[in-house]
């Protein structure tokens, strides 16, 4: 499907809001209630939802729909616990997404890795699929630390986990994987040739 530049613009506006999520809740809190927050986040799901569905028609909508139905459903326990909830549920439906794909033909990481390398081998099938269960791994740790936050920490704190140590831990492994990957593809290629 060709996207239109207003849809590209509201998708990126979109991507940015669930990015910066956390400082704007904590800022927001002070202007106005948690009720108008949480309103306003639901809406942003559904309509990062709409998008997905839309250009992909997939299953990344229906988990955005879901996280917007979680997120009405906890506003009836209380609307301050709903907010600091979405990001236990982002990490959850990842960590789903991510192990759901390790029964499909082909993992996330590897569909990633093809896009640079159409004619992955099989050691690098391997790899991604090692590379999709430490992800895994990864969103299944900062979910359960972004519900501890949600529970038990202060605002300060859980937008400090939230809305930046995540995004660091996030952007270290991202950024780590690269030589471990170079690193275990040379010591590949020399078992290769001395077994040649």
């Known amino acids: 499907m060709t996207w239109s530049v207003p849809n590209r613009i509201i998708t990126i506006v979109l991507a940015l809001l669930g990015i910066a999520y956390p400082v704007v809740v904590y800022f927001g809190l002070g202007v106005v209630s948690p009720r108008v927050i949480l309103i ?6 559904l309509l990062r939802a709409i998008m997905f569905f839309r250009a992909h028609k997939h ?3 229906a988990i955005a729909c879901i996280i917007a139905l979680i997120l009405v459903l906890a506003g009836y326990a209380s609307d301050i616990l709903a907010l600091r ?17 390790l029964f499909s033909a082909m993992p996330l990481i590897e569909r990633f890795a093809r896009i640079q ?22 969103f299944v740790i900062n979910g359960l630390i972004a ?8 605002i300060e ?14 952007a270290v492994l991202f950024v780590g994987e690269w030589p471990v ?11 290769i040739t001395d077994h040649a």
Not at 86 to 98: C, K, N, Q, R, W
Not at 117 to 135: C, F, M, N, Q, S
Not at 157 to 170: E, F
């Open 157 to 170: 704190a859980w937008t400090l986990y939230n809305g930046l140590i995540s995004y660091v831990l996030v």
């Open 85 to 101: 909830f979405y990001p236990v549920i982002v990490s959850a439906a990842l960590a789903l997404v991510f192990t759901l794909s």
């Open 59 to 61: 299953g990344a909508g």
């Open 40 to 45: 306003a986040a639901i809406t942003a799901v």
């Open 181 to 191: 990957r170079r690193i275990l593809k040379a010591r590949h290629q020399r078992h």
């Open 147 to 154: 519900f501890w936050t949600a529970l038990y920490a202060s």
């Open 117 to 138: 390398t159409p004619d992955l081998d099989d050691y690098g099938v391997a790899y991604t699929r090692i590379l999709t269960k430490v992800w895994i791994g990864f």
